[in-house]
């Protein structure tokens, strides 16, 4: 950069940053919501960001653009004025509609706006989006880099020195962090609600650190220009603020970190920054403004791999779901090796979660992350939706019941993410309760966008492993730990066999019979099968059986018959929000009135024990289903 063009653009930011802190105060007071005391101490950071990163308004979704990721989401006035301002879009819409429900432009920065590239909000996780990010580039071979604008609040979160970690660990030289460091945040002094060495932790971590007056731009512009050009390890950049910089009666304030100014007080903050007070016109545009659904569009890279042919297991041998994952997933892996590129992040159960066949494959698409599930899960997320095949393995209680919020905001951002969780169910036995994840469809059924699949056997298994590398969208796949044999026909041969394919949604009529119907899935479906075999063959009793594996999209109207007569489900999930509920919900949606209508499912919390006893004293066992039956049929 010559000098004349620095000093141009160091002249031109000064400006910009001037009318922005007056957007911030106008978009804010006119919505009377907000945050306009961090917004204006970021302001400078964000305008330097992004008039030096690789973003064209022109074009805000180039696949080789670098990306900006905002970790304190609720600076979204100052994000939104400086990209208004730098042309992603209009300043005039900004100001009237923030936080308006016929807006997009909504409290916290929302993935889908021009230049926004993940929805945050929820402190801390932005740093494990930009790590996921930068590998990604990596991956994709297209060598952009990854900006992280954060708070210095939020540094206390583990989830941040889990992520610093990771990005030291992977030597990610493709990734600059931006910290405002007022020392302000909702309560107060941010040294005094939780001290942290913010300079001092990334150093130890491993992290280059620069320190930089964040309202002096011309400091900022060296300091960036310093680090894109020379930088062989991930750098932080911590910039000392004030908040509410640029009005005299608002810097220092902590009162104003979430309180916009009253019209009065905005008209002379405006008139101190020398900013046309145009307050009237923004509030009386937003008057005529009407309440609609306003989406964002978002644009992202859908990775189409070769998913070759399903591996067959034969019906005399049991196989474990999980096992039958890793084989799929290491099978997608060596085919898609040159031609798309793949991640699977692990958090130190690969042997467990069978990632080994994989990372001997493909050990340069395979991630140790270690024991850090909420880092893993957001990165991942993040990951998957930068064009890379992304799966992300773990126990059902990590991979869903502790990183909910991490899956929770995947969705939000409809990243393309695969995850698969084993070891669900009172099937997981001598673990016991604190790893008996016996809530996953309760908790799934909170997720929009998710897909949920919970395969029967080790065929299924395979196939929808290859059924979701290959379709865009979140999805969740859930297996027990035990091995079961292979489900057969009532007449022989494999019931997913050769001539099965995986169809989403569909019910999966194992047994036929007339005098009750049974439905269930996953891992208990061979009890099941077992039972109802046993009925016919035993007690001249003929059973249905109906195995779903997707229980958050089914339709019922072909089995209506079925169950209008007697209906018992079965399941190794939570009696309260499992299969059963959704079944009872369906059936009256349908109305559809059974003849009796009865569940078994997990009562409360059980304790250490081989899975067969945990199934006996839940009533899953063979021998109970059987009893159950009976008693319902007498």
């Not at 004030?242 to 008139?271: Q, T, W």
Request: charged share 25%; aromatic share 6%.
């Amino acid at each position: 950069m010559t000098a004349n063009v620095r000093q141009n653009r160091i002249a031109e930011l000064k400006e910009l940053g001037r009318t922005c802190r007056g957007d911030i105060l106008k978009m804010t007071t006119v919505a009377n919501s907000g945050h306009p005391g961090g917004s204006m101490s970021s302001i400078d950071l964000f305008l330097t960001v992004f008039s030096m990163a690789n973003i064209s308004a022109e074009t805000p979704d180039n696949p080789s653009r670098d990306r900006v990721v905002i970790s304190h989401g609720h600076t979204s006035p100052g994000v939104y004025s400086a990209m208004a301002r730098l042309g992603f879009f209009s300043t005039e819409e900004v100001i009237t509609g923030f936080r308006h429900s016929g807006s997009v432009f909504e409290g916290h920065v929302t993935r889908g706006i021009p230049g926004i590239e993940w929805t945050t909000g929820n402190l801390g996780q932005g740093l494990s989006v930009g790590v996921g990010m930068a590998i990604a580039s990596k991956l994709t071979k297209k060598d952009y880099r990854v900006f992280v604008l954060m708070s210095d609040a939020e540094q206390a979160k583990g989830q941040v020195a889990e992520a610093r970690r990771t990005a030291a660990k992977f030597g990610l030289n493709n990734l600059i962090v931006v910290i405002d460091d007022n020392n302000a945040q909702i309560s107060g002094r941010a040294r005094d609600i939780m001290p942290v060495n913010i300079r001092e932790n990334y150093i130890s971590d491993g992290w280059e650190v620069v320190e930089v007056d964040g309202h002096d731009y011309a400091h900022l512009v060296d300091s960036l220009e310093l680090c894109l050009h020379k930088q062989d390890k991930p750098v932080a950049i911590i910039a000392k603020t004030i908040m509410g910089k640029g009005v005299s009666f608002m810097e220092n304030d902590v009162a104003y970190h979430g309180k916009p100014l009253s019209p009065d007080d905005c008209r002379k903050a405006l008139s101190e920054l020398g900013v046309e007070d145009d307050l009237d016109y923004f509030i009386n545009a937003r008057k005529r403004m009407k309440p609609k659904r306003s989406v964002s569009k978002i644009v992202q890279e859908y990775p189409a791999p070769d998913t070759g042919s399903p591996l067959v297991y034969p019906a005399d041998k049991a196989v474990d779901n999980r096992s039958a994952f890793g084989r799929a997933l290491a099978d997608i892996g060596k085919r898609n090796r040159e031609k798309v590129p793949m991640a699977v992040i692990d958090c130190d159960l690969k042997p467990s979660t069978k990632l080994e066949d994989f990372e001997h494959e493909c050990p340069e698409s395979f991630f140790q992350i270690g024991v850090q599930e909420h880092n893993a899960a957001a990165l991942s997320g993040a990951l998957s939706s930068c064009g890379v095949l992304t799966f992300f393995a773990d126990f059902g209680v990590f991979g869903i019941d502790e990183t909910y919020n991490q899956q929770r905001l995947n969705d939000i951002n409809h990243a393309n993410l695969k995850v698969a969780v084993t070891h669900s169910g009172l099937d997981v036995g001598e673990d016991g309760k604190t790893h008996h994840c016996i809530d996953y469809i309760g908790v799934m059924r909170n997720l929009y966008g998710f897909k949920l699949l919970i395969p029967s056997d080790p065929n299924q298994t395979d196939q929808m492993v290859r059924y979701m590398a290959a379709t865009p969208g979140n999805f969740m796949l859930v297996m027990g730990r035990s091995k079961i044999k292979p489900l057969e026909r009532a007449e022989g041969g494999l019931f997913f066999g050769e001539d099965y394919v995986f169809e989403y949604g569909k019910i999966d009529h194992i047994r036929r019979g007339n005098d009750l119907t049974i439905v269930t899935h996953g891992q208990v479906t061979s009890a099941v099968v077992e039972a109802a075999d046993e009925l016919r063959d035993e007690h001249n009793l003929s059973v249905s059986v109906l195995a779903v594996p997707c229980p958050l999209d089914l339709e019922l109207c072909d089995f209506r018959d079925l169950l209008k007569g007697k209906v018992l489900v079965i399941e190794d999930h939570n009696s309260n929000s499992g299969l059963a509920s959704i079944i009872a919900m369906e059936m009256i949606s349908d109305q559809i009135l059974p003849e009796a209508f009865e569940s078994v499912g997990v009562e409360g919390y059980a304790f250490s024990g081989s899975n067969e006893d945990l199934y006996e004293l839940a009533g899953l066992s063979t021998r109970a289903i059987v009893e159950r039956v009976r008693r319902i049929l007498a």
